[in-house]
């Protein structure tokens, strides 16, 4: 009967931790990177007046107005 793998809990373990620390990164950074963007959107004109944005958010999905 040929060796069964044995797998050690503790690297399992680790590299759950590892992957769960790795996500928080990215979600972070994300975080913080999304104001950013929103503010360089405004100042070059990348917007529309909220009026606007809900009359068509309201005609796209046929809220009452």
């Keep these: 009967m040929p060796n069964a ?4 809990p503790e690297l399992s373990l680790m ?7 790795e996500w928080e ?3 972070y950074e994300e975080t ?8 360089e959107d405004v100042r070059a ?4 007046p909220a009026a606007e944005f809900l009359r ?3 005609v ?3 809220f009452p107005g």
């Design 5 to 8: 793998e044995v797998k050690i």
């Design 56 to 58: 068509d958010l309201r």
């Design 25 to 27: 990164r990215e979600d």
């Design 32 to 39: 913080v990177e999304a104001p950013q963007a929103g503010y």
């Design 45 to 48: 004109g990348r917007t529309k």
């Design 60 to 62: 796209k999905h046929g």
């Design 15 to 21: 590299t759950r931790w590892a992957a769960y620390l």
